[in-house]
């Protein structure tokens, strides 16, 4: 288990990094804070981040560790979260304008189980996952507290990481006032969710 700050830099380092560079979930946060509000984004960043933390515990367990190194495994979860990310991409730039933060009612938004599922089908996320647990967790009868502590320590970081994207995507919405000012960022973001889902089978 560690036993000092100093310990924990180098995850702290990895957490920070893995959480705050641009990906599907940060987009989705940016989007959903610029179209529905701060207050709305906040049940996202929850369920990304303890989704997130909870398969770090699963891989550390082993099962998940085991089940993530299945090829088969690993295409069917890509080709899901593809698939939903497209789909979201296509609801994302065919939204109907409307004045920032006053399309609160529409249920088809994303919510916290909509975000922490989409961490679990997400193939980048349980990389993340088997990262952590091999390169930062240690062995020997210790190693499961170690693996609690290290999954404790990535869900603190990455709420206020994703909590920064959400900021950033309130802060558009007062910037970008005319109807279509608000319609190009919308398919901006849109497209730029499409290309980051798209581009996990080449990386």
């Given at each position: ?71 088969w ?30 399309a ?78 608000m ?10 969710l ?10």
């Amino acid at each position: 288990m560690l036993q000092s700050v100093t310990g924990l830099l180098p995850f702290l380092l990895f957490a920070f990094v893995a959480s705050i560079t641009p990906g599907p979930t940060n987009i989705l946060v940016l989007s959903n804070s610029h179209r529905y509000g701060l207050n709305a984004t906040l049940p996202i960043i929850f369920g990304a981040s303890a989704s997130a933390a909870a398969l770090v515990l699963v891989v550390g367990s082993g099962f998940g560790q085991s089940i993530s190194g299945l090829p088969w495994v690993q295409h069917t979860l890509q080709g899901c979260g593809i698939a939903w990310l497209s789909f979201m991409s296509w609801q994302i730039f065919n939204a109907p304008v409307s004045a920032p933060h006053q399309a609160g009612k529409n249920p088809r938004r994303l919510g916290l189980w909509g975000a922490a599922s989409l961490q679990l089908i997400n193939p980048k996320t349980w990389m993340m996952a088997v990262a952590v647990v091999s390169v930062f967790a240690t062995q020997g009868s210790g190693s499961q507290n170690h693996v609690e502590v290290l999954a404790l320590v990535f869900f603190v970081v990455s709420m206020p990481c994703l909590g920064m994207w959400a900021l950033l995507g309130a802060g558009s919405a007062r910037v970008l006032q005319s109807p279509q000012a608000m319609q190009r960022f919308n398919r901006c973001m849109a497209l730029l969710l499409l290309v980051s889902a798209w581009l996990s089978l080449f990386i």
